[in-house]
C-alpha cells in the first residue's frame, strides 16, 4: 500500500500564494506518477497538475497554467504544488495522487493512490 499525506493549506488572500507538499510512504516504488486533484464545494474532483517521477514531464490543466508549478523530490518521496496568482475560485480541498500507469493524466480514475486532501481557501 502507498499512504500520501498532504499539508501546506490554508487561507490566503487573492493574489497570495501557497505551497502545497505531499509526502509519501509505504510502496513507493510501485507508482511512477503523481498529481494533484482538487475539489469544490458542489463540484466533482478536477484535474490540477501530474509529474512523472522517472523525467519530470509535467501537465497542467489550463485553469492553473502559468500560475501553478508542481515538482518532485524522488529521495525524500515528496511532491509539491507552488500556488501563485491565487485566486477566489481556486477555494477546494486539494489531493495528492499517485498511480503506477497514467495514459490519461486529467482522470481521477487514473490515479490508484490519493490523500485525504487538504484545504485551501481564498478569500477576495
Known amino acids: 500500500q502507498v499512504q500520501l499525506v498532504e499539508s501546506g493549506g490554508g487561507l490566503v488572500q487573492a493574489g497570495g500564494s501557497l505551497r502545497l507538499s505531499c509526502a509519501a510512504s509505504?510502496?513507493?516504488?510501485?507508482?511512477?506518477?503523481m498529481g494533484w486533484f482538487y475539489q469544490a464545494p458542489g463540484k466533482g474532483r478536477e484535474f490540477a497538475a501530474a509529474?512523472?517521477?522517472?523525467?519530470?514531464?509535467?501537465y497542467y490543466a489550463d485553469s492553473v497554467k502559468g500560475r501553478f508549478t508542481i515538482s518532485r523530490d524522488n529521495a525524500k518521496n515528496s511532491m509539491y504544488l507552488q500556488m501563485n496568482s491565487l485566486k477566489p475560485e481556486d477555494t477546494a480541498v486539494y489531493y495528492c495522487?499517485?498511480?503506477?500507469?497514467?495514459?490519461?493524466?486529467?482522470?481521477?480514475?487514473?490515479?490508484?493512490?490519493w490523500g485525504q486532501g487538504t484545504q485551501v481557501t481564498v478569500s477576495s
Open positions: 495522487v499517485a498511480g503506477d500507469a497514467v495514459f490519461k493524466w486529467n482522470l481521477p480514475h487514473e490515479y490508484a493512490y
Open positions: 509505504g510502496r513507493t516504488g510501485s507508482y511512477f506518477y
Open positions: 509529474i512523472s517521477l522517472s523525467d519530470g514531464r509535467t
